[in-house]
């Protein structure tokens, strides 16, 4: 059986004209109208995408397995998830163009984090985020804290038509640093911006290009790989880390931020126990939210090893 390349190796599949479109839909389109044109967007996708349809499938299988009570669709389980992906990228760019507002959100801050954000003092922190749910939410809406900066770092070069997209949506005053190549210099501007007060976002579930700095977990019952990055950037930051998850419910998004890591003071030789720990939990804080809200995973990719 053919190989699946690495996720940042697939090609991008939103066409330029497809997302402009996708813009003038949002912008234009009254709601009633929206779910066609998603839902007809959404089966060309699902009819081209065989390897992404298996993927998917697997995802739901093992959902099951190790969460017998998750309710998933009883039809058409595999392109519903296709259509609340599509839905997760119309609300993208609705935030972008103010269709999509703070007061919008349920927010359950356990963590206290809004405090934080209003009344920065000190040192920044580290937001850890994942593919679940539609963390895009969160960074368009940090207008709503004045005084808060959030950096995003990604490997947005294999979807460069999507930044392109949302940027002509609204979106010119986001903070992508792109960590393709995570050097000193850039280390040194991190802490920089970490020192400042600012505050980082970091995806923790996708390995990373190169496919380097993983650490095996246990995710829905099987083996997978996931990043190291985020919880060895906290330790060399020595900063503190907060879970995000933003993920949409009965037609609302829920913002739920959590308290992760409090110290990350660790020792060198401690180092590697305490990143696959962090790696582990987060996994398994995944694997709940998955449990509740199964049709919000946007791993689209082979996650799990075999």
Known sequence: MKTESHWAAQQERGSRFFLRLTTLMVRCLPASLMNPCIWFVTAYFYLTAPAPRR???LYQTRLQAAFPDA???RRAAVFRQFAAFGRA???RFAVWQHKIRYENLLID???GVSVLLDNPQGRGRIFACSHLGNTEICRALVSHHRRFTLNVLVHS???AAFNEALENAGADKIRLIQVTDLDAALMMELNRRIDAGEWLAVAADRVPVRGEKTVAVDFLGHRAQMPQ????LAALLKTPVYTLFCIRENGRYRLSTRLFLE???WKYGERAARVAEAAQRFADEMAAECAKNPLQWFNFYRFWEE
């Open 55 to 57: 993927n998917i499938r």
């Open 71 to 73: 309710v998933l669709p």
């Open 229 to 232: 990055g985020a919880w060895l």
């Open 89 to 91: 990228v119309c609300d």
């Open 109 to 111: 801050d356990a963590g």
């Open 157 to 159: 070069r294999h979807a």
């Open 263 to 265: 110290n990350t003071d």
